[in-house]
């Protein structure tokens, strides 16, 4: 088993940052890659970043040079550092991970971020 937690969501003016952190427990060593996605009223869920084991990464272009993917892997933690923030980056931000051997989802319960004009 695989479990998911964030933390860091909350509400800022545009132009702040936010820091959001995604602990992961259980099964660890299973974990191929880790992501953020977020989804907004209305809108589909759709992919932020994402960071493999070996530390490569991909952004969304509404995020680019904006945000950056981490992870501790001494503290089995994912963070997500979001600068210049735009209302539209208003969303519940989604902790996700994938089972290197089944492919299996994991998904965390979500954190709140609203930015505000």
């Known amino acids: 088993q695989v479990q998911l937690v964030e933390s860091g969501g909350g509400s800022v003016q545009a132009g702040g940052s936010l820091r959001l952190s995604c602990a992961v427990s259980g099964s660890t060593f299973s974990i191929n890659t880790m992501g953020w996605f977020r989804q907004a009223p209305g809108k589909q869920r759709e992919l932020v970043a994402v960071?493999?084991?070996?530390?490569?990464?991909n952004y969304a272009d509404s995020v680019k040079g904006r945000f950056t993917i981490s992870r501790d892997s001494a503290k089995n933690t994912v963070y997500l550092q979001m600068h210049s923030l735009k209302p539209e980056d208003t969303a519940v931000y989604y902790c996700?991970?994938?089972?290197?051997?089944?492919?299996?989802?994991?998904w965390g319960q979500g954190t709140q971020v609203t930015v505000s004009s």
């Open positions: 996700h991970a994938k089972n290197r051997w089944t492919l299996h989802d994991y």
């Open positions: 960071i493999s084991r070996g530390r490569s990464t």
